[in-house]
């Protein structure tokens, strides 16, 4: 059994807990003028198993009913996928419920959607809405069911070694709580572990670095461009170096100059 309910009227009705009973029963009535209703896990439980159901289990010592109106909330749930495929480009979704925490009369006629920068880390939170006349805010649990694409190990990863498609494989997952973000690609010479990663890990922003393209002591092509004349020689790279970055070397007469990295052992002189 579930530990919240959410019912259209002051009725609770065994349908509201179990789907398509044989006969539909009025169980409790929440009090006029609240809008919720606490019933003791083992009572309810108890009720129910006189009405023929038996083998019923719950999840905490009491089950919560709320009576809630059940309005459009299609502009909201679009505002929650939006921001979750921000940050998941495979995410398929299947569901999404969402109920007020609070009984809620009316929507605004224009509203705005209010969501920690965060939520998308797992798959259930809690977001606001606020009336763009007259500033209210209506809060409301939401939780997701949708598969994400994610990368394991297949392999103990040491710190600095390159991730690829041998030691790692991608795997549709169910949306939960990740302590960061799950990487999305991992292709050839572009990501390299920041520190020792354990078999079977799934692999997240915390544990990657770009790939180094140059490590400190190879050997790697220079070019210097004068006009339209492109001079190649062969240098010993003083530092390691990703994409992009100024690093040393030492040519083959000694003489140390900078270079930009351009490509995998590949530099141009500044």
Do not use: W
Not at 47 to 58: C, D, I, Q, V
Not at 94 to 106: A, D, Q, T, V
Request: proline content about 1%; aromatic content about 12%.
């Amino acid at each position: 059994m579930k530990k919240n309910y959410y019912v259209s009227t002051n009725s609770i009705k065994l349908s509201d807990i179990i789907s398509h009973p044989k006969k539909d029963l009025l169980l409790f009535n929440i009090t006029d003028g609240r809008y919720t209703k606490r019933v003791k896990s083992n009572e309810l439980i108890f009720l129910l198993k006189k009405y023929g159901y038996k083998n019923l289990k719950a999840k905490s010592n009491y089950i919560k009913f709320t009576r809630e109106n059940f309005f459009d909330l299609s502009l909201i749930k679009n505002k929650i996928k939006m921001i979750y495929r921000v940050n998941y480009q495979n995410i398929v979704f299947k569901n999404i419920e969402l109920h007020s925490r609070g009984y809620i009369e009316n929507l605004p006629e224009q509203y705005s959607v209010q969501i920690s920068s965060k939520n998308y880390l797992k798959n259930s939170g809690v977001l606001s809405i606020k009336s763009l006349k007259t500033k209210k805010q209506f809060f409301f649990n939401y939780k997701i069911d949708a598969d994400i694409t994610v990368y394991y190990t297949k392999d103990f990863i040491q710190r600095k070694e390159e991730l690829s498609l041998k030691n790692c494989s991608s795997k549709k997952v169910p949306l939960k709580k990740f302590r960061a973000l799950p990487v999305q690609l991992i292709t050839k010479r572009m990501f390299q572990s920041k520190h020792n990663i354990k078999k079977g890990t799934i692999v997240t922003l915390r544990d990657i670095q770009k790939f180094n393209l140059v490590r400190r002591g190879s050997t790697l092509n220079v070019t210097l461009r004068n006009g339209n004349i492109n001079i190649s020689f062969s240098a010993v790279a003083l530092q390691d170096g990703v994409y992009g970055d100024i690093i040393k070397v030492k040519q083959n007469n000694s003489k140390i100059i900078k270079v930009k990295i351009i490509g995998f052992k590949l530099a141009s002189v500044l």
